[in-house]
T-cell receptor, first 113, second 109 residues
């Protein structure tokens, strides 16, 4: 168990809908990263937050947004869902923004039908 | 051009074989290099990391970095069926980890 908790584990929703994925980082970790993993694209970095502030942005679509709350948990919001958004979404956390071991959660498997 | 390139495999070898997994990268500013292992339906877990060029050994695993050729490798000695997983190289860039595609490895008993 990495100590990073993601909910829900599975989510099935229809195209056009909006969903929220939740991540609780390991105790003491201030950085949260979101990644999308699909079969053809591998693990793609979406966005990073550090202590409530956005620190880095990757290939995140405008339909997607995220935030980190004062208690350090983070939410990833996906809206106007398309079939191509079906993927595994991972959250990872680490102590700092620089190099440190990033611990990954078990992921949320999103299926858009 | 992708920042990190990794042959997705799949790679299938007999138990006890030496396995070599490789990645190339494009940004010479990268300094931290990692290997993650991901079992089916699980999140990636860190196996090893190295800083700059050189080798690092941990049991049956050896990570190697050659910054001059922008090439990183993971060697697994005496491979076991429990090593069957997807192995992802990852490189620490500015504020993010950039991952390779992952190589699916199967060790056959």
């Amino acid at each position: 168990d990495s100590g990073v908790t993601q909910t829900p584990k599975h989510l099935i929703t229809a195209t056009g809908q909006r969903v929220t994925l939740r991540c609780s980082p390991r105790s003491g970790d201030l950085s949260v990263y979101w990644y999308q993993q699909s079969l053809d694209q591998g693990l793609q970095f979406l966005i990073q937050y550090y202590n409530g502030e956005e620190r880095a942005k990757g290939n995140i679509l405008e339909r997607f947004s995220a935030q980190q709350f004062p208690d350090l948990h983070s939410e990833l919001n996906l809206s106007s869902l398309e079939l191509g958004d079906s993927a595994l979404y991972f959250c990872a956390s680490s102590v700092t923004t620089g190099f440190s071991e990033a611990f990954f959660g078990q992921g949320t498997r999103l299926t858009v039908v | 051009q992708k920042e990190v390139e990794q042959d997705p495999g799949p790679l299938s070898v007999p138990e006890g074989a030496i396995v070599s997994l490789n990645c190339t990268y494009s940004n010479s500013a990268f300094q931290y290099f990692m290997w993650y292992r991901q079992y089916s339906r699980k999140g990636p877990e860190l196996l090893m990391y190295t800083y700059s060029s050189g080798n690092k050994e941990d049991g049956r695993f050896t990570a190697q970095v050659d910054k001059s050729s922008k090439y990183i490798s993971l060697f697994i000695r005496d491979s076991q069926p429990s090593d069957s997983a997807t192995y992802l190289c990852a490189i620490q860039g500015a504020q993010k980890l950039v991952f390779g595609q992952g190589t699916r490895l199967t060790i056959n008993p």
